[in-house]
T-cell receptor
């Protein structure tokens, strides 16, 4: 079945460090890919999405590029801030799905220290 | 702004207890979902619904029932709660743009 794998379970950085969180997916066709962010004590919220090969999604300084060749959608940010500390989820909506159902990765907890 | 509310925010029960978690959305969305969130597993879909009276089975349905009474209200029922159901539960809704709007979560502890 469809699946999403996030390599890093936890990431610890200092402010102004470069961030990469790896996301690989397994699905047929062209699924829609998402990054969600969950701040402490809140529910997840959409960061951005991408629907086509080579499409770049971006928001709040974060970006990711849909790569069908490597089945990846890695999250990157050039300079993280303490306020970016949160859990990040990669997710996909199967292209074959007639229902609005998402498949989530395991989540990556980001901790940024001043 | 999308609005999804959940109640209670925290719940403690005992093994074998009966628990109902409530979710209401005021966005006129058709789709609603129940997830559980556990460390190492991320968000896992329990049940979901297209509209009032509709129910679809998710990926981890065992031990859970759900009911969608109106377009706004979606309930998750644990009739014989077990410690393995201790978790953080999220409700979400979407109107078809595929962006899911999540509630603030309910933390359930089964002793």
């Amino acid at each position: 079945g469809d699946s999403v794998t996030q390599t890093e379970g936890q990431v610890a950085l200092s402010e102004e460090d470069f961030l990469t969180i790896h996301c690989n997916y397994s699905a047929s066709g062209y699924p829609t890919l998402f990054w969600y962010v969950q701040y402490p004590g809140e529910g997840p919220q959409l960061l951005f999405r991408a629907s086509r090969d080579k499409e770049k999604g971006s928001s709040r300084g974060f970006e990711a590029t849909y790569d069908k060749g490597t089945t990846s959608f890695h999250l990157r940010k050039a300079s993280v801030q303490e306020s970016d500390s949160a859990v990040y989820y990669c997710a996909l909506r199967p292209s074959s799905s007639s229902f609005s159902k998402l498949v989530f990765g395991q989540g990556t907890s980001l901790s940024v220290v001043p | 702004e999308a609005a999804v509310t959940q109640s209670p925010r925290n719940k403690v029960t005992v093994t074998g207890g009966n628990v109902t978690l409530s979710c209401r959305q005021t966005n006129s969305h058709n789709y609603m979902y129940w997830y559980r969130q556990d460390t190492g597993h991320g968000l896992r879909l329990i049940h979901y619904s297209y509209g009032a009276g509709n129910l679809q089975i998710g990926d981890v349905p065992d031990g859970y029932k759900a009911t969608r009474t109106t377009q706004e209200d979606f309930f998750l029922l644990l009739e014989l709660a077990s410690p393995s159901q201790t978790s953080l539960y999220f409700c979400a809704s979407t109107g078809g743009t595929y962006e899911q709007y999540f509630g603030p979560g309910t933390r359930l502890t089964v002793l």
